[in-house]
């Protein structure tokens, strides 16, 4: 990978919460890095600590969480390190971030325009009118029928596929280097999910825009992303190009979520979900975090093994790597 195409860089990310029943380690030394344009998928089961990962690269993590240990470098800079009032800058001008509900992103007691105007006038200096005028292409470049008269809308007066490109509209206005997607589309049906993902990626591909993909699902990811990461109990387990990752995984645990996706397995009858559970982030056992659940576990799994490289653009962080 080349040095100077490098727009993020995660370093030993730590974050933990610290709650009466112990702390819960969500993101446990955690390390990538992100090409300008590149689209990573970020996988893993409930809890794995996606989300944490997500809100700590924008540095939204309220208490009783707190980033305890590592570095974002974006473009350059420590974001760790930054003062407040300037990540609220960079939130929604170089960074990005859209979430799984429209709802929570589109006030419902303002027009959908007024909404877009706001972010354009505080984060352009647009004046009303030019930012009226850019509102509307905004609005015609997600695909929205009629932009100028819809720009008068409520957003309950728009389908959950409308609204949620109405969001992406927002956080790609201001040509964002980085936008984090947290499950985008999985409040929406199947087909508006695979619509609202085309649009994403088309925009993201015209902009240069590196884009982080939150989501369960591995067949979404399979479509859409340039590059895998495979978080599981707070650890990134396995990551590397789409090919590599989907063809050939290294991780046990990769192993199992690619096999559970629909249509890969004809002769199976059931989906093969992997048995057992993610254990407590609060009382992680020593050790690969997979292993009680690992079907090659052997005694060298007592030690945490770390991510390290196994092919060209691929790492995983697994002993038992191509051991029977
Ligand atoms: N405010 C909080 N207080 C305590 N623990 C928290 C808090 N927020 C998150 N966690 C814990 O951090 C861990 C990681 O959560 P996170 O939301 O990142 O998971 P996720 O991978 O995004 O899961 P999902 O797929 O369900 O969205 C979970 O164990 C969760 O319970
Ligand atoms: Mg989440």
Sequence with gaps: MSGADVILEIKGLKTHFFTRRGVVKAVDGVDFSLRRGEVMGLVGESGAGKSITGFSILRLIDEPGRIVDGEVIFEGRDLLTVPEAEMRRLRGDRLAMVFQDPQTSLDPVFTVGSQIVESLVFHQSLSPSQAGSRAAELLRAVGIPDAEKRLAAYPHQFSGGMRQRVVVAIAMAQNPALLVADEPTTALDVTIQAQVLTLMRRLVRNHGTAMI????????????????????????????????????????????????????????????????MMPNLIDLPPGCPFRPRCPSAGGDCVQRPLLRPVGLDHQAACWRRNRP
């Excluded at 495979?230 to 995984?249: C, F, N, S, W």
């Excluded at 397995?265 to 057992?276: A, N, S």
């Design 213 to 276: 993909l939150i989501t369960h699902n591995m067949a979404l990811v399979g479509q859409f992303c340039d590059s895998i990461a495979v978080m599981y109990a707070g650890q990134l387990i396995e990551h590397g190009t789409k090919e590599k990752v989907i063809r050939d995984p290294q991780h046990p645990y990769t192993q199992g979520l690619i096999r559970s996706i629909p249509g890969r397995q004809e002769r199976c009858r059931r989906l093969d979900q992997i048995p057992g």
